[in-house]
């Protein structure tokens, strides 16, 4: 049984698997915001975002780019830390839970924790990939040195 989980677990359809899934909610709002681009200049509008035409383009590049980075699993650290860090703007910037008046506080509160919890996630995403790219170039040093 746990040879069979460690192959599930190393595993490329997991691994993909579990890249589609992070990244899914940032390719859905970029795309969004591409398709809906006064939709997307309304919600930069809403959040005080100053030129809405700039902030809008500069999200959904930031949105694509990221998930694209970590769907390829190209320099994944760097798409996922700009994802993180476009979450934690986007907890200071939009929900700022701590100066809105109630029922909108605890809503706000309520997404700012779900954005720390995918931002963990991201940083698991970015640890995992490194640490299978450590084990795959080993893999391959192995293979080589008893070839």
């Known amino acids: 049984m746990q040879r069979q ?7 490329r359809w997991l691994w993909l698997t579990a890249r589609v899934l992070i990244v899914v909610v940032f390719a859905a709002s ?22 809405a035409w700039l902030f809008n383009i500069l999200v959904i590049a930031v949105l694509l780019v990221g998930a694209l980075l ?8 760097l798409g996922a830390a700009a994802l993180a860090v476009f979450l934690a703007l986007t907890i200071v910037i939009v929900h ?8 909108q506080a605890m809503f706000s509160m309520f997404l700012a924790l ?17 640490l299978r790219n450590q084990w795959l170039q080993a893999m391959q040093r192995w293979n080589t040195s008893t070839n």
């Open 30 to 51: 970029g795309l969004a915001k591409l398709i809906d681009f006064d939709g997307g200049l309304a919600e930069m509008r809403q959040a005080g975002l100053a030129p």
């Open 5 to 11: 989980m460690e192959a599930v677990l190393e595993s």
């Open 114 to 130: 779900e954005h720390l919890s995918v931002i963990g996630g991201l940083i698991a995403v970015a640890i995992s990939s490194h």
């Open 96 to 103: 700022h839970f701590w100066s809105l008046p109630e029922p």
């Open 70 to 77: 970590i769907l390829l699993d190209r320099a994944l650290w």
